[in-house]
Nanobody
């Protein structure tokens, strides 16, 4: 069982920045990949970015490429999402997720943290 707890959401003006944190209880050996997803009101949940545990390779949705950065701090058991140049369309609940098996999707999800970008 992996526990994930997001924090750092809030209200920010367009063009501003926020950093989300995801504290996790996963052992390094049990994680294949961790990612961030988001869900805006009335929309499906969508992939934002992910980091492969073994290689630290990162992947981004086109909509956030160049603005968002995913990183991890193994000593703190935390994954971060640095969000810069925020736009109104980035407004959503952001979820952290963990995948333990390649090709099987994400097994564990956090409760989400709200990000609201105002104009």
């Amino acid at each position: 069982q992996v526990q994930l707890v997001e924090s750092g959401g809030g209200l920010v003006q367009a063009g501003g920045s926020l950093r989300l944190s995801c504290a996790h209880s996963a052992r390094t050996s049990s994680v294949y990949e961790m990612g961030w997803f988001r869900q805006a009101p009335g929309k499906e949940r969508e992939f934002v970015c992910s980091i492969r545990w073994s290689s630290s390779s990162t992947y981004y949705a086109d909509s956030v490429k160049g603005r968002f950065t995913i990183s991890r701090d193994n000593a703190k058991s935390t994954v971060y999402l640095q969000m810069n140049s925020l736009k109104r369309e980035d407004t959503a609940v952001y979820y952290c997720a963990a995948a333990t098996t390649p090709g099987s999707g994400y097994d564990y999800w956090g409760q989400g943290t709200q990000v609201t970008v105002s104009s």
